[in-house]
């Protein structure tokens, strides 16, 4: 009777827990130091989130669409950080204090992993670094001339569904596309970890097989941190690592198409681009080589 009536908890439990599936929350304490004009997000500095990520400086979305009047850069706030499936937010902001803020806005043009080095232009040679492929061979970016390449930038261990788990999942999208259309036979799909200390190649060959990368279409490479992160800058791309945990990463998000003679074609900023944005493009420069 009594192992019946526990059996019953057990199983009411399990149903409780698959009515939300993917949404957790999350409390988020930190510093805002900036807000963005169009006050759809703000970026705050916050401290470690238990079971999710360590303490960095991020952008993050408000769930009311909108940033709350009277919140501005320096407050000390307390929110709630909602990770979904394919999304994260935050709601219940509140102002706790005020703290002067260390260091400049993050929306002002700040020196950066990225800063001494040149962006590439569009129609500029993408510079050459040795990498590592999936399965631990050496590979140059110049090894893909003859495809038209669209790169991304990504570590695997991100934890905001909507930073390099989406750039994954575009990419998914968009290898199903050029899957299926034989004149987008000679497309290659190339994502670059910007953190090796943990993207080793069996990692990141793990990684290609959940996203079911097929080894012919897409490329997951990793190598030299500098070399990686020299690569990356020439795209906008601004990793900033902390000091005391290599693993504490904090960045932007940049993709890139590039033609079959190794040229750059175009960068695309952030994680506002969709697949059929890019799928376009990769048609345009597909034909225009032809
Ligand atoms: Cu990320």
Redesign the pocket.
């Known amino acids: 009777m009594r192992a019946h009536t526990l059996f019953i908890c057990l199983a009411l439990a399990a149903a409780g827990c698959q009515s939300s599936p993917s949404e957790r929350t999350y409390p988020l304490e930190g510093q805002v130091l900036s807000v963005a004009l169009d006050r759809q997000q703000a970026a705050i500095k916050h401290e470690a989130i238990k079971g999710l990520m360590p303490a960095m400086t991020m952008s993050y979305k408000v769930k009311e669409q909108r940033w709350p009047d009277g919140i501005a850069p320096g407050d000390l706030i307390q929110a709630t950080l909602i990770v979904a499936s394919n999304d994260a937010y935050l709601t219940a902001v509140r102002k706790v204090g005020q703290a002067p803020l260390e260091q400049p806005p993050v929306n002002a043009p700040a020196p950066s992993a990225s800063s001494g080095f040149e962006l590439l232009k569009p129609g500029e040679a993408v510079p050459d670094v040795p990498f590592v492929d999936q399965d631990g061979r050496k590979r140059t970016f110049a090894s893909f001339k003859g495809s038209v390449v669209a790169v991304t930038f ?2 695997t261990q ?1 934890p ?1 569904p909507d ?2 788990p989406l750039m994954d999942r575009q990419f998914v999208s968009i290898q199903q596309v050029i899957k299926s259309d034989p004149t987008l036979a000679k497309v290659h799909l190339v994502s670059v970890s910007f953190d090796p200390l943990t993207d080793t190649p069996p990692v990141l060959k793990k990684h290609a097989r959940a996203l079911k990368a097929d080894p012919a279409r897409w490329t997951l490479l990793t190598g030299d941190r500098d070399d990686i992160d020299r690569f990356a800058a020439r795209f906008g791309l601004s990793v900033l690592r902390a000091p005391n945990d290599q693993r504490d990463i904090t ?1 932007n998000l940049r993709t890139a198409i590039v033609d079959a003679e190794g040229k750059l074609v175009k960068v695309y900023l952030g994680n506002e681009w969709t697949p059929d944005q890019v799928m376009a493009d990769l048609k345009t420069v597909g034909t225009m080589k032809r």
Request: proline share 0%; hydrophobic share 45%; glycine share 0%.
């Open positions: 990504i570590y991100c905001l930073f390099c960045h």
